[in-house]
């Protein structure tokens, strides 16, 4: 595996971790701990305890969060959501890439580097596994390029077999966020057999696991992910970034070489740090910059030892670093607060207004009326679905205004399990006349917490004598 080379010019051209002829060239991050390094390790132990907890965690004996294509079921915190309400899913969806689309302009890919899943199981889990076992970047180059000894084995064979059980564990958390925590204990508890594909899909996933964290790596942030070609898009000379200060440190060069050099002394640890490869100082906006603050923390330990002022790589924005002008609340900001302010005040409307069912009301197809001439009596027959949204079974009734009546086929819809649907058909029967033809009658569906839902379907009849 090769060295990435330090000394190069067109960056541009192409990635960091590629060679002009093509080939990938490993990556060797330097390991640094310092204050931002800390501060996104605890922040990732929260959001992994978060993430691997979550899925044990019920409300009324359902997940807190459920994303079960198959069923077309999904839950957010606790609260269901069916292809009925695919308009709500939509809108929430629409608010979110607002919201990212806002953060970018004020913060550029911070959640890059302190919140994207990527990260933080390749920084705080797979990639200190590695130290552990394999030693610093200098170690782990040196045992790279060293021949096949049983040091090696044992070094290499452990830490891919570490990746594996952690790459199966990360498999059955995303599986128990498919499926729900009581069908994936059901799952590994009963034979093999019962559930093939069940199967087939935890090992599919282990293996992508296992081979995006192993071997594919920073590749994912630089070819994969469409989040640093968007940045390119909504970034502006305001957006707060990990910036070099190059007023500061230029021109480089070595310590005290001469009296007009900036404090930059062109020890490349930075770049060393880098866990894709980049020199931030060729630019903050590097599609390859993923905002983890490495080189910060790398940069202000460099500065200490030399009796430098910190804050050489910081987070600031462009005009910042040029002019120290501080970021201006402006109309594109502003744009976007209030697009997004409108579209999460309405989808919180539309949360708070939600009916706990939904009712489908249809007049039965290729069925016009029954009429019984020695009394004048019409009957319509009606075709009906209750959904039940609420995380309870619900006892319903169903009803229709005097003189007109209802009269079930079959047995009638009354107990519905929750997020379960029912089904049934009934006739509405009333004296011809009593209404016009044609003319919409109200039918009540009320559960038992006293929520109604009036639905108007037509009604026809022979014409009255």
Known sequence: MSQINLENDDFRNHLYNQSKDGKRLWIYPGRIIGQFY????????????????????EVKGQPIFLFNVLERKFIFWGVPFFPQDFHL??????????????????????????????????????????????????????????????????????????????????SNTFLMYLLGKSAWLKLIQEPVGLHIAGFSAIWIFTAVFYFVFARFREMVCMVVCPYGRLQGVLLDNNSILVQYDHKRGEPRGKIHATETQGDCIDCHWCVR????????????????????????????????????????????????????????????????????????????????????????????????????EKTKIVRNLYQIEILNKSMEAEQFEISVEKPLILIWVGNPIQGIEQGKMAKGEFFIQAPLGIRKNGEKLPVHVRERQGKEEIIKTSFIQPDAE
């Open 273 to 372: 740090v880098c866990p894709t490869g980049i020199d931030i100082r060729n630019g903050s906006n590097q599609l390859e910059c993923i905002g983890c603050t490495a080189c910060i923390d790398a940069c202000d330990a460099v500065m200490d030892k030399i009796h430098k002022p910190k804050n050489l790589i910081r987070y600031d924005s462009l005009n910042g670093v040029n002019s120290g002008t501080k970021l201006k609340f402006n109309l594109r900001i502003g744009a976007y607060s209030a697009i997004l302010v409108l579209i999460v005040g309405f989808l919180a409307y539309l949360l708070i207004t939600r009916k706990p069912f939904e009712t489908t009301l249809l007049r039965t197809p290729g069925i016009t009326y029954q009429f019984d």
């Open 38 to 57: 800390r501060l996104r390790s605890y922040f990732s132990y929260f959001l992994l305890i978060a993430l691997f907890g979550l899925p044990w965690v």
């Open 89 to 170: 899913v939509a809108l929430g969806l629409v608010a979110f890439l607002i919201f990212i689309s806002l953060f970018t302009v004020l913060f550029g890919r911070i959640w890059c580097g302190w919140a994207c899943p990527q990260t933080i199981f390749m920084e705080m889990l797979f990639r200190k596994i590695e130290y552990w076992i394999e030693g610093d970047d200098k170690a782990q180059r040196r045992l790279d390029e060293s021949p096949w000894t049983q040091e090696k084995i044992l070094k290499k064979g452990t830490k891919h077999l570490l990746f594996l059980v952690l790459a199966f564990a990360i």
